[in-house]
């Protein structure tokens, strides 16, 4: 049975693997899994749980089949634990901008913050991750006040989100391993605050760099990323995003030895520094890096005083890095994402 599945699995993947479109995002459509159950979680009215902890707890371990947790509007202060054992769960709100998953919490860029994913297949739909450490320091965070406060740690493969928002000051989305695929989304930070050995393409992405200042403003960095040698297989890779904001960043400083970033078809206002790119403890080393800039527009892409160690990739090597499919769904994977997800789109486009 399973292997008629796989059989069955691998044909659709043929028949479809043509329709991704990389300057469109993805389209749920070619997603065909169905979701075989919904709980709904409130703290105030009615539902099955009062909170997303207990909701996940729920879930039995080995999880095999999609489970969806939908979130009724609210804020839920809790600190969140997806365990290994249970993939394959959708959490699903409405609206970002009041379903927030929040937690005050500093210090551990394993462990601080809200919402910690180690199971595979994790899909989160229409949410604000926030790390409410520090939140009330604007316009300008004093220096001395920023620490270390993911609003999502992710360390398994295979994570997709549609329209969420990711806040804190320093290491907001904490990436750090495996294949990961962001949409329409909304990341805030003014220190490394994509950062890690993750995987990943943000797609349709707005990027907001907060201030920071000790006596004279500073520069923080949008992303760190740790891609650690040639054959690692990880890279931050951002399609058609926006990056705008009140501070001053650098587009990113080399976690690992080989870093790789790449920004494709970005509108960049002047947030960004002239030159672009920090070696950080890798100087003499820049050569290993892959920092990339193609097609971007705005005042912050201006590429006249960039550092010299930009690389430029051939067209082809270019496309392998944007396209979902070659760069972070060889295997398909994402197919096997829920097929009602394509609600998310216009109701036209569910087949
Ligand atoms: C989400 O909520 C905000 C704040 O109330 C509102 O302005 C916005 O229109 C809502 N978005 C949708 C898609 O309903
Ligand atoms: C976080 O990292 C520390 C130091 O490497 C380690 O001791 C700890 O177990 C890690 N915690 C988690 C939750 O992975
Ligand atoms: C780029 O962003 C700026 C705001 O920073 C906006 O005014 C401009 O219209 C954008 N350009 C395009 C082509 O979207």
Redesign the pocket.
């Known amino acids: 049975m399973k292997s008629l599945i796989t059989i069955l699995a691998l044909s659709f993947l043929c028949l479809t693997s043509s329709l991704f479109v990389s300057s469109h995002g993805l389209e749920p459509k070619d997603f065909y899994k169905d979701i075989s159950k919904t709980v709904v979680v409130s703290h105030k009215g009615k539902a099955d749980f009062k909170t997303i902890q207990a909701a996940i707890d729920s879930i039995p371990s080995g999880n095999k089949n999609w489970i969806k947790i939908y979130l009724k509007h609210g804020t839920y202060n809790e600190k969140i634990v997806i365990p290994k054992e249970k993939p394959m769960i959708v959490m699903q709100g409405n609206n970002a901008s009041k379903v927030v998953i929040q937690y005050n919490d500093a210090g551990?860029?394993?462990?601080s913050g809200p919402f910690?994913v180690n199971a595979e297949y994790f899909v989160a739909i229409d949410i604000t991750f926030k790390n409410t450490y520090c939140s009330k320091s604007t316009p300008i965070i004093p220096y001395k006040e920023i620490k270390v406060a993911p609003s999502i740690i992710l360390?398994a493969d295979k994570a997709w989100f549609y329209g969420c928002n990711f806040i804190s000051v320093q290491d907001t989305v904490a990436d750090l391993l495996g294949r990961h695929y962001f949409e329409n989304c909304y990341i805030e930070g003014a220190i490394d605050f994509i950062w890690g050995g993750g995987q990943s393409i943000y797609q349709n992405c707005i990027i907001y760099v907060k201030a920071v200042a000790s006596k004279a403003m500073l520069a923080g960095y949008i992303t760190a990323q740790g891609r650690g040698s040639e054959k690692d297989t990880s890279g931050f890779v951002f399609n058609n995003c926006e990056i705008k904001g009140d501070g001053m960043a650098y587009l990113g400083r080399a976690y690992r030895s080989h870093s790789r970033v790449v920004f494709y078809g970005t509108n960049m206002s002047n947030v960004i520094v002239p030159q672009g790119w920090d070696a950080w403890y890798y100087k003499g080393h820049e050569y290993k890096f892959t920092y990339v800039e193609v097609n971007c527009i705005g005042e912050g892409a201006n590429k006249k005083k960039r550092v010299r160690w930009e690389k430029h990739p051939s067209a082809k090597d270019i496309d392998f890095l944007i396209e979902p499919k070659s760069f972070i769904d060889k295997d398909g994977w994402m197919a096997f994402l829920p097929s009602s997800l394509a609600s998310l789109y216009s109701p036209s486009s569910i087949f």
């Not at 551990?108 to 462990?111: D, E, G, V």
């Open positions: 551990l860029s394993n462990s910690r360390t």
